[in-house]
């Protein structure tokens, strides 16, 4: 009997030394950095860019443009109000000065283990929603359940890895994860927006609605006019205020919206005095629109910010669901009519670069030939990626800004003889159905107008009939989500850690998908792989060449035709601010701006001296 103890005994002792080692691997921690550790240690008091003692209190008023008619930020249907997410927080958020980590939030620790196939989050005992009750690990079951059910399809991707979301504790939730590949996940699951159960349980979560919802944020929302204004007033009461990733940020006591039919009247709306703080993104304005007496006496302040933010790609976007643009040529070809240099020249005053990469202005962005472990990588899919991803560095057609582009034409016009297209009596037919070349460019906004309209004349001298259509803001929301259009201006912005978003983006489940990023339509198996790549990278190092090469593809398969970028902020603002001494790296940062009460008071009687 002795002898069968001890045995027994032995082998306990042996299992738990055998378990041991995964045991050692589990990391409790305030932060989770992609890769690395956090900048910020455990008990950092707040971030370099902020100004702890920041003054609270004042009002400012910024702006929108079109309308809105839901409070729902979460969901496919409607149109959610500007500064809608400030009424809600996440698990976790992250800092403006590092590449991707993030601190908690609502939860108090992060635990993962080291091949991070889960994740558990403790929440803070003092996290509150605005009707007092305690944030639960219910309320973030619930959430994470409802988002995937009945949210926008965003999150479908974006979490898809999460098998199952459990209760461990009256304050921890745990998230198990498919796999330990998508190394990313710990970070984007603390991500997730957590909404009260108690509240939406039994109202329709589907459906759009103007009834004022409960949060855990630092605002409330004060009054609305729907569709036209909404004010949010900060929440004295709010429990995080002290946390340290918040501390100085948040001190506008009073934020409200004001929408605006368009930018032109948003724009003279600012310059009156009706706006405290504008974000100008035309070049033609910004160089145009501002020789005003405010700011000339510095009333008004017009401040050109350098920033180290990715700048992703804008570009006119193909819809490859359409047949006449399927054909990798046809897209290459109509590149050659978008005369970039003399659009920058004429129109934009010079302020831009030419994008080539879809993560422009980041140390992820291409160049060159692939060389190294990237080569390594492309040349397992040689045979079904475009040959010139070997041999050919990408760069969009360049002309001499004359404007007269009969050369990039003519090399158009081979492309397309080479893609079964051929001019009959100057229209550009299909030899097989017989069928014109025709489609229509759909704008949202009218000062687009301008851009494409030469671009449109260069495609009607290669024999295509092209509409340019504007339409409002509602209209173009609804057709991107339904695939509805032939060709858009779309903006693929990006960070400096891609992951899970891309599969929302260029993913071949996406491309069916009705509200995913996927407008493009990309169904490409290579690129399916490599974005699978990026999700897997296992250091910084490995993402940055998995990204590089995801890049040569999405370019060398011309599923755009890239337009420009500015690595800077443009802004202005009615001088009633002050800002911390330091600036973030990757964000503009005006949630850290306060109002100066003195300037704030003066700023009135300063203002009838140039009217």
Not at 160 to 170: M, P, Q
Not at 199 to 210: A, D, R
Not at 354 to 363: P, Q, Y
């Given at each position: 009997m002795m002898k069968k103890i001890f045995f027994i005994k032995l082998y306990i002792f042996i299992i738990?030394?055998?378990?041991?080692?995964?045991?050692a691997e589990i990391n409790i921690s305030h932060a989770i950095a992609m890769h690395g550790d956090p900048k910020y240690g455990k008990d950092f008091k707040y971030v370099d860019y902020v100004n702890p003692n920041a003054v609270k209190g004042g009002k400012v008023v910024f702006s929108s443009t079109g309308s809105f008619d839901s409070f729902n930020p979460f969901i496919l249907k409607g149109t959610s109000a500007a500064g809608i997410g400030n009424l809600f927080e996440t698990l976790t958020t992250s800092s403006s000065d590092e590449a991707f980590t993030e601190y908690g939030l609502l939860a108090?620790?992060?635990?993962?283990?080291?091949?991070?196939s889960w994740v558990a989050f403790t929440l803070r005992k003092e996290a509150r929603w605005h009707d007092g009750k305690s944030v639960t690990p219910e309320d973030v079951i619930w959430t994470f359940n409802a988002l995937m059910e009945k949210g926008h399809p965003f999150y479908?991707?974006?979490?898809?890895?999460?098998?199952?979301?459990?209760?461990?504790?009256?304050?921890?939730i745990r998230f198990n994860f498919k796999g330990n590949t998508n190394l990313e996940l710990p970070l984007i699951v603390g991500q997730l927006p957590v909404l009260p159960k108690h509240?939406?349980?039994?109202?329709?979560?589907?459906?759009?609605?103007?009834e004022i919802p409960i949060g855990s944020g630092p605002y409330k929302i004060n009054s609305f006019d729907a569709g036209r204004s909404i004010t949010y007033e900060l929440n004295n009461d709010y429990w995080g205020k002290n946390i340290p990733i918040k501390k100085g940020t948040e001190?506008?006591?009073?934020?409200?919206?004001?929408?605006?039919?368009?930018?032109?009247?948003?724009?003279?709306?600012?310059?009156?005095?009706?706006?405290?703080?504008?974000?100008?993104?035309?070049?033609?304005?910004?160089?145009?629109?501002?020789?005003?007496?405010?700011?000339?006496?510095?009333?008004?302040?017009?401040?050109?910010?350098?920033?180290?933010?990715?700048?992703?790609m804008q570009a006119f976007a193909f819809n490859t669901r359409k047949d006449f643009f399927k054909d990798k040529k046809v897209r290459e070809a109509l590149s050659y009519a978008f005369d970039f240099e003399w659009t920058n020249e004429n129109?934009?005053?010079?302020?831009?670069?030419?994008?080539?990469?879809?993560?422009?202005?980041?140390?992820?962005a291409s160049s060159g030939l692939p060389e190294g472990e990237e080569l390594k990588l492309l040349s397992k899919y040689k045979n079904d990626l475009p040959a010139e991803v070997f041999n050919i560095?990408?760069?969009?057609?360049?002309?001499?800004?004359?404007?007269?582009?009969?050369?990039?034409?003519?090399?158009?016009?081979?492309?397309?003889?080479?893609?079964?297209?051929?001019?009959?009596?100057?229209?550009?037919?299909?030899?097989?159905?017989?069928?014109?070349?025709?489609f229509e460019i759909l704008l949202v906004s009218p000062a687009f107008e301008r851009i494409v309209l030469p671009f449109r004349d260069n495609l009607e001298k290669l024999g295509m009939s092209v509409n340019v259509r504007t339409i409002d803001s509602a209209q173009y929301q609804k057709r991107l989500e339904t695939f509805d259009f032939d060709m858009v201006v779309k903006t693929f912005s990006q960070s400096?850690?891609?992951?899970?978003?891309?599969?929302?983006?260029?993913?071949?489940?996406?491309?069916?998908?009705?509200?995913?990023?996927?407008?493009?339509?990309?169904?490409?198996?290579?690129?399916?792989?490599?974005?699978?790549?990026?999700?897997?990278?296992?250091?910084?190092?490995?993402?940055?060449?998995?990204?590089?090469?995801?890049?040569?593809a999405l370019l060398w398969n011309h599923y755009v035709i890239p337009q420009w970028h500015i690595s800077s902020y443009r802004t202005l603002y009615w001088d009633i601010f002050d800002k911390p001494k330091f600036r973030p790296k990757y964000s503009l940062g005006t949630g850290t701006w306060w109002i100066n009460a003195g300037k704030a008071t003066t700023i009135v009687e300063r203002k009838k001296s140039i009217q």
């Open positions: 738990l030394l055998i378990a041991a080692p995964s045991i108090e620790t992060i635990e993962w283990p080291d091949d991070r479908k991707y974006y979490y898809g890895d999460v098998v199952e979301v459990i209760k461990e504790s009256d304050l921890k509240y939406w349980e039994n109202k329709n979560f589907e459906e759009t609605s103007l001190n506008f006591g009073i934020m409200k919206y004001e929408y605006y039919k368009d930018r032109g009247i948003e724009r003279e709306a600012f310059k009156s005095g009706d706006i405290d703080f504008f974000s100008e993104n035309s070049s033609k304005e910004w160089a145009t629109s501002f020789e005003v007496p405010a700011v000339q006496k510095k009333l008004i302040i017009k401040e050109l910010i350098e920033h180290e933010n990715p700048q992703g129109l934009f005053y010079g302020a831009y670069k030419r994008t080539n990469s879809f993560f422009e202005n980041s140390e992820l560095e990408f760069n969009p057609p360049k002309t001499d800004g004359s404007g007269f582009i009969r050369k990039e034409l003519s090399k158009a016009t081979s492309l397309l003889k080479e893609a079964g297209w051929e001019l009959k009596k100057g229209k550009l037919v299909n030899k097989e159905s017989g069928k014109y070349f025709e400096l850690s891609p992951g899970n978003e891309q599969r929302n983006f260029w993913g071949s489940n996406a491309a069916d998908t009705n509200g995913s990023r996927n407008i493009v339509g990309i169904k490409n198996f290579v690129i399916d792989i490599l974005i699978e790549k990026v999700i897997s990278a296992k250091d910084r190092e490995d993402l940055i060449t998995t990204t590089k090469a995801l890049d040569r």
